[in-house]
């Protein structure tokens, strides 16, 4: 990252200190609803011209990185690991593997995601290609994704037309809900969605924007897409195809199990982490949806949160601690994403959330007390929902 971009712990601490007060968390006030004192070309103007720009040589050598280290991690499991001795050495480094190898493929998701959002490089056909290569090769449908994907950022915070992550009011909850809101409901509720919340939501439309009839990301005729987009959801489609067929040969060439053990595992450690990401960045105490009568893009766009996965930052091209920078304007590189929140951070002030809070505790914390979405009682913004947890 550029000099200017980096923001240590004590920054943030001091900020948020100055801020807020010595005796107030800041990663629990709410954030205002009211129209912001500034606009959206105050805030791009206070980011240096520079971070708008695209190089390609420059994304490109953050894929090869990555690729490079996931080489050396496969390396690792077919030569190294098996030759180990005693056996129990064995049993403990495959999960090192998988969590490393995990944490790298999380890293080259993200980095198609960049492609998706046009801030890889200036050509949007080599973008749509890396894409493409890159995500296929995770098994998502690339074109799929980045429709779905593009008007999420489109309709974020709204009730309405948001695509992913969409909370519930409390009359539509499922029947079963205060039922598994307790420890062991809350614990196998996020097994369930950190291991198939991924996959579920590419095929099924779990936890999306509902549809008046059947919506899959695999399915070319259905209700997410426009006709004119249903060329791209073939490609996809075939681009994962092809990732498939690869790995059944891989099957028949070294056995199911080998290739469960070197890609299976990992693939699911990404599901986990991009579920896990996408959760944190839109589910917080502090955030607002709108109704359709109160929505706007502007405050949409700033209702989301940054978080701070230490070490994982860098690894995950800081799609974790700059996604509210992201939203504003998402066609910006990821390396030059902490030097933007840097710089507008002054400008938000109490529209810019951020919480420090350790991943997992967060994590936990979020599915306990962020159950469903509900006005205030009393309050004059009927259109303003805030998360609720009591029954």
């Known amino acids: 990252m550029g ?42 103007k206070a980011i240096p011209p520079h971070c708008f720009q695209r190089s390609v040589l420059r994304s490109f050598s953050y894929v090869v990185h990555d690729l490079v280290i996931s080489a050396a991690l496969f390396y690792v499991a077919l030569a190294v690991i098996p030759t180990l001795s ?17 944490c790298i493929f999380t890293g ?31 098994l998502v449908p690339y074109f799929s994704w980045k429709i779905s994907h593009r008007r999420h950022h489109s309709n974020t915070g709204s009730l309405d037309r948001d695509e992913v992550f969409v909370p519930k009011r409390k ?6 809900s205060r039922y598994i809101n307790n420890p062991p409901g809350r614990l196998l509720t996020l097994a369930v969605t950190l291991i198939l919340g991924w996959p579920l939501y590419l095929a099924f439309n779990v936890s999306g924007r509902p549809y008046p009839r059947f919506a899959c990301h695999y399915d070319p005729y259905g209700p997410i897409y426009s006709d004119r987009e249903r060329a791209q959801i073939f490609i996809s489609d075939a681009g994962v195809l ?31 982490w991009l579920v896990t990401i996408t959760y944190l960045q839109h589910t917080h105490a502090a955030l607002p949806h709108y109704d359709s009568g109160e929505w706007d893009w502007f405050r949409g766009a700033l209702a989301t949160v940054d978080r701070d996965y230490g070490v994982l930052n860098r690894v995950f ?46 994590l936990w914390r979020e599915a306990r007390e ?6 205030d009682e009393g309050g004059e913004k009927k259109g303003v929902f805030w998360y609720r947890h009591k029954f």
């Open 171 to 176: 009359s539509a909850l499922p029947w079963y």
């Open 242 to 272: 092809a990732a498939f067929y690869a790995l059944c040969r891989l099957a028949g060439a070294f056995g199911f199990w080998w290739v469960v053990r070197v890609y299976g595992v990992p693939l699911l450690i990404v599901n986990g």
């Open 370 to 375: 962020c159950i469903y979405v509900e006005p």
């Open 108 to 138: 080259v998701w993200v980095i198609a995601h960049e492609c998706g959002h046009h801030a890889f490089s200036d050509s949007s056909l080599l973008d749509d290609l890396v894409g493409l290569v890159l995500h296929s090769a995770l």
């Open 317 to 362: 091209h800081h799609i974790t601690d700059t996604h509210v920078a992201h939203h504003l304007f998402s066609t910006m590189p990821h390396y030059h994403a902490m030097e933007a929140t840097k710089a507008i951070r002054p400008i938000l002030g109490e529209y810019y959330q951020f919480d420090g809070t350790p991943v997992f505790k967060a």
């Open 3 to 44: 000099a200017g971009g980096r923001m240590t712990a004590k920054e943030r601490e001091d900020q948020s200190a100055t801020a807020y007060g010595p005796d107030e968390d800041p990663s629990l006030r709410r954030s205002p609803t009211e129209k912001p004192p500034f606009t959206l070309s105050q805030i791009k």
């Open 86 to 102: 005693p056996p129990l050495l064995r049993l403990a480094a495959w999960p090192l593997y998988w969590a490393a190898q995990g």
